[in-house]
């Protein structure tokens, strides 16, 4: 692959003045990736995957464990090198420009990498020094990365002693420490509890209102919905499905789905033939059925009237994860 | 630039009330940085500069390596041992023992502390805490993360072993002015270890083998390459291993420094030999730390 010959040579210098990324107004992506392959060995990890990630938005790769999601960040991260196909960042050719690219990317990893040998001032000061910044501007920054983190009260902690969530917000205040032009964040919730994802949310939401393009990895449906303008749905190292969720959603699967909950398994098998013809698909899956339909009510009435009694019915919305199972045949979290 | 890429590169949420003049407190009275022109230069000393920060909040340990540990090793082996030696034997190869076993002592704890940087810390900034995994995200390159570990090896080599060779000078066991180059020598012996030791490390998946290497590998160099006898004492089968190991190498070029009597042609062979171990640790180890931090 060849870089974009009109594409101005990034210095490595981390805070140009002027960005040589591609921006809105001419309309080229900040990401391409045509074809873009991975193999690990005989392992397939991604396998020829077409996408591109426009300025300004938050765009999401949505899959289950295993689907190729974090194989493909680290190749956008150009810490992976690409087997085969094209792939774009911020203009570059990773495999020629890794450093120029990375020097411009902000980097939240699955795991949180920081440094426990360093406070969580340092933590931030040599992360910055990584990227040949001055101390003075690394201090000034650091002092608004700690308040964004909400954080300002543990400068001068340990790293260890922070609770996961404080921990993921300060991995997320160190990935912004070059004033990135594009953050990679790769599942930036995962274990984290209910109030805690609020909060880092509510963070990212921030960036996002600020113009920072973010990408982002997730197996959880919701987060996907919250904070995703664009997706994704991978599945074994493919892409299934493309959209905003709202597109993804109309496009896949019906308006609402009935849920109906047996009190026992055999009731459930015993129920499924009587439920044929009903909606626009039937989904059984483990601990209840589902039955897609435009009309939630009248589908529910239907179930009364064929004698087919749940132990509990529930009307919803159609979401992502439906999209999921519809595509694949397989729930997210399986 | 049009102006939502200006906003993404602003600073989010720009605190009112944080002190953003950069009013100094606790943790940046700290913010002590190497020169900016050096270190663009060099990105790799980046991650030497992070290392200096880790060792800067246990600055102290460095009275007890530097300075403590050769007052008691040459007390006890130079003067004490050594006492009884000079008694019974006269010299050692010419000359007393404390003279003698300085040098040696010198490039072994150089290569013991070298080992020590590069086994289980190692292995952190790999597997356990990925410190070297955050520094690959950044510009720098995986060769410039493993070329810049060794260079903090090098460096806290340097100083240990300087404070070495002073308080030798000062207990008399250091004869000739050559014996400055012996500060270099025994840094040089310690990286001989440390690039193929870090590559080594860097490749495990578990560290349950790092405390076998120093029991069959370091340690026994530490007792039998010239470092408190010369290798012409050891069984007849065991004298051609000793010449093979990197210690035996710095040890000479040590010895040869401290007491003034090492040929041009004798120190070369002794460098060319160390810096064939660092070339191909070197090499080992860009390679591993390639395949390691960016599969």
């Known amino acids: 692959m060849s870089a974009d010959p009109d594409a101005p040579a990034a210095p490595v210098d981390p805070d140009p003045a002027g960005s040589a990324a591609p ?49 493909t960040m680290r190749m956008i991260a150009c810490v992976s090198p690409v087997t085969g196909g094209d792939l774009s960042v911020l203009g570059m050719d990773p ?10 990317l902000g980097v939240v990893p699955q795991e949180d990498n920081l440094d426990t040998e360093l406070t969580v001032w340092d933590n931030l000061l040599i992360y910055g ?58 599942e930036p919730t995962t274990g984290l509890d209910p109030q805690a994802r609020h909060l880092l949310w509510e963070r990212l939401y921030r960036l996002k209102r600020d113009g920072v393009t973010l990408v982002i990895t997730t197996h959880y449906m919701d987060e996907a919905e919250q904070l995703c303008d664009r997706l994704v749905i991978m599945d074994e190292g493919r892409i299934v499905a493309e959209g905003s969720p709202r597109q993804l959603i109309d496009r896949h699967s019906t308006r609402e789905v009935v849920e109906l909950r047996f009190a026992h398994p055999d009731q459930q098998d015993a129920a499924v033939p009587q439920l044929d013809g009903l909606g626009a698909r039937i989904e059984p899956v483990a601990d209840r059925v589902l039955v897609y339909t435009d009309t939630g009510d009248d589908t529910v009435a239907a179930v009364h009237t064929r004698g087919v009694h749940p132990e509990s019915v529930l009307v919803r919305r159609s979401s992502l994860e439906d999209v999921f199972l519809l595509l694949t045949g397989r729930s997210l979290d399986e | 630039m049009s102006e939502p890429a200006v906003s993404a590169r602003r600073p989010p949420e720009a605190p009112p009330d944080a002190p953003s003049d950069g009013g100094p407190t606790a943790g940046e009275a700290r913010g002590w940085a190497l020169p900016a022109r050096l270190v663009d230069a060099l990105p790799m000393l980046r991650v030497a500069e992070r290392e200096a920060r880790v060792f800067s909040t246990v600055l102290h340990t460095l009275v007890l390596t530097g300075v403590l540990m050769p007052l008691l090793f040459l007390g006890a082996m130079g003067i004490g041992l050594g ?99 012996a500060v270099p020598a025994a840094a040089l012996g310690g990286l001989a270890l440390a690039a193929p030791l870090t590559a080594y490390s860097a490749g495990r998946d578990s560290d349950m083998s790092f405390t076998l290497v120093m029991r069959i590998a370091v340690v026994p160099m530490f007792l039998f390459s010239g470092t408190f006898f010369p290798i012409d004492q050891l069984p007849d089968g065991l004298e051609p291993l000793a010449r093979i190991t990197p210690l035996w190498h710095a040890v000479e070029l040590c010895r040869g420094a401290t007491t003034g009597s090492l040929s041009l042609a004798a120190a070369a062979a002794h460098t060319a030999f160390l810096l064939a171990c660092v070339a191909a640790g070197c090499w080992w180890g860009v390679v591993t730390f390639r395949r390691k931090l960016a599969p």
């Open chain 1, 95 to 104: 495999g020629h420009d890794g450093p120029a690219i990375r020097a411009r």
């Open chain 1, 129 to 186: 020094r990584y990227f040949g910044l001055p101390v003075p501007v690394i201090r000034e920054r650091a002092n608004e990365l700690l308040h964004f983190a909400r954080l300002d009260d543990r400068r001068d902690s340990r790293v260890d002693p922070l609770s996961g969530g404080m921990k993921r917000r300060l991995v997320i205040a160190r990935s912004l420490i070059n004033r990135p032009d594009l953050v990679l964040l790769d």
């Open chain 1, 23 to 71: 921006g809105p107004a001419d309309g080229r992506p900040l990401i391409s990736a045509r074809g873009l392959t991975k193999h690990f060995g005989r392992y397939v990890a991604v396998d020829g995957v077409d996408f591109d990630v426009q300025h300004g938005e938050v765009f999401g790769f949505l899959g289950p464990n295993g689907a190729g999601k974090t194989t």
């Open chain 2, 83 to 181: 006492g009884l030696v000079d008694e019974n034997q006269g010299t050692v190869d010419g000359v007393e023992y404390l003279v003698f076993v300085a040098p040696g002592i010198l490039a072994a704890t150089a290569f013991q502390g070298a080992a020590g940087e590069s086994l289980w810390r190692v292995m952190a900034g790999i597997k356990w805490v990925k410190s070297f995994h955050a520094a690959a995200a950044t510009p720098l390159s995986p060769g410039q993360v493993y070329a810049g570990y060794q260079t903090w090896i090098v460096a806290r080599t340097l100083v240990n072993s300087a404070l070495f060779v002073a308080v030798a000078a000062v207990l008399g066991a250091v004869p000739s002015a050559w014996g400055v180059l």
